[in-house]
């Protein structure tokens, strides 16, 4: 039976800044233009924690009953370790991604009712990702899901709900937080393309190959301060966001510089501090324009 640090280790608390991110990003995004509300940015980080745990626990389980997990170099998985039963992990998923589910229904009720079908295709795409007969993370679709979920829906949901509208600046930190989010992505199933490759499991990784893959990470992370740039014509004061490119920079290194195996995992971890700090600096930027 795992215990309780093993059950926190499963739910891989170093993808928070994946949930966290896009939060502050749209936070600050409906701050520019007037619409901060606190409680309903609350609302929304709680929403995103709630979905990314789902979501590790629901490919913790799916991977774990395919056998894709048996020989793994990352995180601890509680199924292919089998520290926990299926059930349990399974039960663990579906019990985060209702709590999301609910949480979404407290912001509809005090937005748009529309949002439900997003809110149906979040958790479609959750679960579908590695679960269900044709999982499309096993397609090469991964990447293309984390930036439209936790870039797009995630950074412009947070910004709607709060502002009742979206626009541009809202749009540009979308994209630079989705593209974060898939060069975390990215990190991982280049990490994963012996074993991936071994299982089955087609990601974007496994059919790009390695040199191609290490080239789509670097470009995703130029977007972001790109974007930072774009934001000058909203406050000078995006300029701050390039604060974080020596952090994007570190956590390139040992992409560009060949790493394999354990030695690309400091780059997970620096990918998703760079997205946090970039967020946070765009986001207090962008707030103290709409003051």
Known sequence: MATAAQWIEGARPRTLPNAIAPVLAGTGA??????????????C??????????????????DGIRGTDDERVGPLRLVGAKLAAPAAV??????????????GLVLVA????????????????????????NPYGYSGFGEIAVFVFFGLVAVLGTEFVQAGRVEWAGLACAVAVGSFSSAVLVTNNLRDIPTDTESGKLTLAVRLGDTRTRTLHVVLLAVPFLASLALVARTPWALAGLIA?????????PVRSGKNGPGLIPALAGTGL???????LTAVALTISGL
Do not use: Q
Request: proline letters at 1%; charged letters at 5%; glycine letters at 10%.
């Open 30 to 43: 409906a701050a520019s233009i007037g619409g901060f509300v606190w409680w309903k940015a609350v609302l």
């Open 45 to 62: 980080l709680l929403l995103s924690v709630s979905l990314i745990i789902g979501v590790n626990y629901a490919n913790d389980y799916s």
């Open 90 to 103: 399974r039960n663990a998923a579906v019990g985060c991604l209702a709590l999301g589910a609910i949480i």
């Open 110 to 133: 005090t937005s748009a009712w529309w949002l439900i079908l997003v809110g149906a295709a979040c958790l479609a795409g959750a679960w579908f990702y590695t679960g269900g007969r």
């Open 245 to 253: 490119l020596p952090l994007a920079l570190k956590a390139n290194e």
């Open 274 to 280: 760079a997205m946090l700090v970039w967020s946070v």
